[in-house]
Every structure is written in structure tokens, then in C-alpha cells.
């Protein structure tokens, strides 16, 4: 393996301590990596930058559904889904990928035990994950999708980081820029966030979790 891939395999779910022949391309801002990969019939990992993972409906709109960064995988549930990929994955600013063919993955299934279960288990990830995807996009009211997302978007130590600005996490969530203020104003009065200058701590997780399902907690007046 080439020196400068093994940073991204290192911090890959699926292929650390592994070594499959792969090649890297680079893409300016909002190139599409996805469209290569299908070309090529592969997957990729990303090396460097960040690459937006987008969800296109029958109607032609389009939801952001993850932002991929350096380790994260793309297009491995399309192993053995011969149409190729169904979302649309493109560089936010420039960015480096290293693709791996489908063939030289299904090898690695059927020959090591435990990349198998890195894969079966990778793949029972994303299925949770869209899942909460689903939840946070058909949620209605803004406490609830906001809740959703920070859920969802949490680090190890409960952090959320600050992808861009406020008024971009308002656009995602497609509420207004005053009601989102008004909810993370709410959540940090109550103790269940805390806000950082890298981004908001979760200091209440099961408090959260209920307003998923209950969306009762009021304002003070």
C-alpha cells in the first residue's frame, strides 16, 4: 500500500490492518465521486477533504443525508447491487479518494472471517443510521429534528462539531434560522446541551432521547 493511503486505512472501520490494492483520485469541489466509483466499479474511502453524501427523491430534491470524512467509506452496501449507487456523493472543496474494487472486497468477505464481520457489521451501522435519518426527516417539529440531529451526530465525548455555521445547520434541518436559536437557547436553559466553541456538548442524553418520542418540554416564563 502506498505511504500517504495508510493515515485513511488506519482510521477505516473496515480495512484497518488490511491492504487491498486501491487507487487515488482527486476531485475539485463538487465533483462527483459516486459517478466514479460506479464507472469504475468500486468503492471508496476518503483520503483527504470531505465528501457530502446526498439522497436524490423520484421528484429530483435532494437531502444531505452525511458528510464523509477522512477513513469514512462510501458505497458499501452496493457490493452486490448491480445497479451501482443510488445516493449522490460529491467533494465539499477538493478532496482525495482511494477506490477498491468490488471484487477484491467480496474476496476479502469470503476469505478473512473477521473483515466479514467488519462488513456485516458496518453495513447493520448504516442501516441504524438511516433509520435515524428517516426520524430526523420526518420529524415536525423543530425541537424534535434539531434533537434528532444532534443525536445522531455525536462524537465519543458527546461533542457535536460545528459543521459550518448556525444558519447552515438551520438550512439542513430545514427550519427557520429564529426557531433554531430559540430551541438551542431552550436545551442549554434546561442543562441538556452545553455550547463549546468547537461545538455543542450533550450533557443530558437520556433527557434527549425522550424528546424524541415525547415532545414535551416547555419554556420558561
Excluded at 429530483?60 to 445497479?83: K, Q, S, V, W
Excluded at 477506490?99 to 442501516?127: G, H, P, V, W
Excluded at 455525536?154 to 461533542?159: F, G, K, L, S
Amino acid at each position: 500500500m502506498r505511504s500517504d493511503l495508510q493515515p485513511a486505512f488506519a482510521e477505516s472501520e473496515l480495512f484497518n490492518g488490511f491492504n487491498p490494492e486501491a487507487h487515488v483520485e482527486r476531485f475539485e469541489d463538487r465533483e462527483s465521486l459516486s459517478a466514479y466509483a460506479n464507472k469504475e466499479d468500486c468503492i471508496g474511502l476518503v483520503q483527504k477533504g470531505l465528501a457530502d453524501v446526498w439522497c436524490i427523491a423520484s421528484d429530483g430534491t435532494e437531502t444531505l443525508l452525511n458528510t464523509a470524512r477522512r477513513g469514512d467509506c462510501f458505497g458499501i452496501a452496493y457490493i452486490y447491487e448491480p445497479r451501482g449507487m443510488q445516493t449522490r456523493v460529491v467533494a465539499r472543496g477538493r478532496c482525495e479518494a482511494a477506490f477498491i474494487r468490488k471484487a477484491e472486497i467480496k474476496r476479502l468477505i469470503t476469505e478473512s472471517q473477521d473483515f466479514a464481520i467488519r462488513y456485516y457489521t458496518l453495513c447493520n451501522q448504516k442501516i441504524q443510521f438511516l433509520l435515524g435519518r428517516i426520524m430526523l426527516l420526518t420529524s415536525q417539529s423543530c425541537r424534535t429534528r434539531l434533537t434528532a440531529y444532534l443525536l445522531l451526530n455525536r462524537n465519543t465525548d458527546n461533542v457535536v462539531p460545528m459543521r459550518g455555521t448556525k444558519d447552515e445547520l438551520a438550512s439542513r434541518l430545514s427550519v427557520s434560522r429564529a426557531a433554531l436559536y430559540r430551541e438551542l437557547g431552550t436545551l442549554q436553559k434546561r442543562g441538556l446541551i452545553e455550547s463549546l466553541r468547537q461545538g455543542i456538548k450533550l450533557t443530558d442524553l437520556e433527557q434527549l432521547e425522550q424528546l424524541l418520542y415525547y415532545d414535551n418540554l416547555k419554556e420558561d416564563t
